[in-house]
């Protein structure tokens, strides 16, 4: 059925794909962001709004009147603001958006967390219960972007606890990688993913995980398409299907993370550190992309 979606945050790095990826289909697409985007979507429309503005938000939602939205919007790198601002902005902007979604009627909302929620890079040490990390491992977030995605899911949970007319889910996305990344444009760090292929020193501050952007749009589908299925308030990963690793991560973790030395055994061959079991089981979804191929092109 096709429905009237809200994407926020749709000018930026993942937005502008997921926003593309909806717009190819029958839903009906609205992305807002404080900045319009330079190439603005075909079939897509773009409104711009301060999401910090709480007034604001909740009257352009309730003229937009959506049957779904999803939450991209955020401070989306750790330390690329000072640690409050970051905290209290990505935190705002989950409790702004998710109120303003209820407030207008919409009965699916989709929030997006990150899996550095996690706790890896701690420089205390940090060693969860085990490896591969599903969405029962207990988050442990060392930096306010890590407690402020924390937090967001936290408000999706709470919505949960008002009202199950509407059905709350967050997502941790892996490194995202834009179509064009694949072509040779800089990733989120500013290098080439082939340098991050070549330096697992790169890749291994994300504990080698990675996910197409196209792959993303895919799972946002599944949830919205499957929302019965999922409990209500519950997150997801959503990695690609392989580790962003030339070797197994059973050797590369031990070196990288010598305390998880002995968790890494089993990630022969291409396995990942992060489960995506999850999403397969409950939604039916599967990455279709992976470096192997997409470079290649
Ligand atoms: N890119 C990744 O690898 C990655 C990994 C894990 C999680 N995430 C999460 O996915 C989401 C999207 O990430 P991204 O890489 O596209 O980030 P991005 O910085 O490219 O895009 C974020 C967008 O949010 C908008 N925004 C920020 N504050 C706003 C406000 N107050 N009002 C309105 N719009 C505002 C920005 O203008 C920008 O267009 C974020 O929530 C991020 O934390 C991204």
Redesign the pocket.
Same mark, same amino acid.
Request: positive net charge; aromatic residues 4%; contains cysteine.
């Given at each position: 059925m096709a429905e009237r979606i809200i994407i926020?945050?749709? *000018? =930026? /790095?993942? =937005? /502008?794909s997921v926003v593309a990826g909806f717009a190819a289909t029958e839903h009906e697409i609205i992305s807002?962001? /404080?900045?319009l985007p330079e190439h603005p979507v075909e079939g897509a429309d773009h409104r711009? @709004?301060?999401?910090?503005d709480a007034e604001a938000t909740a009257a352009l939602f309730a003229e937009i009147s959506p049957t779904a939205v999803i939450?991209?919007?955020?401070?989306? @790198?750790p330390f690329a603001a000072p640690e409050d601002v970051i905290l209290t902005?990505?935190a705002a902007?989950a409790q702004n958006v998710t109120a303003a979604a209820v407030g207008s009627g919409a009965t699916t909302v989709v929030i997006? *967390?990150? %899996? *550095?929620i996690m706790g890896y890079g701690s420089p205390a040490g940090w060693v969860p219960p085990r490896l591969p990390l599903d969405e029962d491992v207990p988050p442990q977030p060392w930096h306010a $972007?890590g407690l402020s995605?924390h937090v967001?899911e936290q408000v999706a949970a709470m919505f949960a606890q008002q009202t199950d007319a509407v059905k709350f889910m967050s997502f /941790? %996305?892996? $490194?995202?990688i834009a179509p064009e990344e694949w072509e040779g444009a800089p990733t989120?760090q500013g290098h080439t993913l082939r340098e991050r292929l070549d330096d697992p020193a790169l890749s291994a501050v994300?504990m080698f995980n990675y996910v197409d952007a196209r792959d993303v749009t895919d799972f946002l589908l599944a949830a919205l398409e499957h929302s019965d299925a999922v409990e209500n308030g519950s997150a997801f990963f959503v990695g690609a299907a392989d580790a962003l690793a030339r070797r197994p991560l059973a050797e590369l973790i031990p070196e990288h993370f010598p305390d998880l030395a002995h968790l890494a055994g089993d990630l022969t061959g291409d396995a990942t550190a992060f489960s995506i079991e999850k999403a397969r089981r409950v939604l039916g979804w599967e990455p279709k992309r992976s470096w192997r191929t997409e470079l290649a092109h």
């Open positions: 926020t945050g749709g *000018s =930026g /790095r993942l =937005g /502008r807002i962001d /404080r900045e711009a @709004v301060d999401l910090l939450s991209l919007a955020a401070i989306a @790198v902005t990505n902007i997006a *967390s990150s %899996p *550095s $972007y995605k967001a /941790r %996305p892996c $490194y995202v989120q994300a």
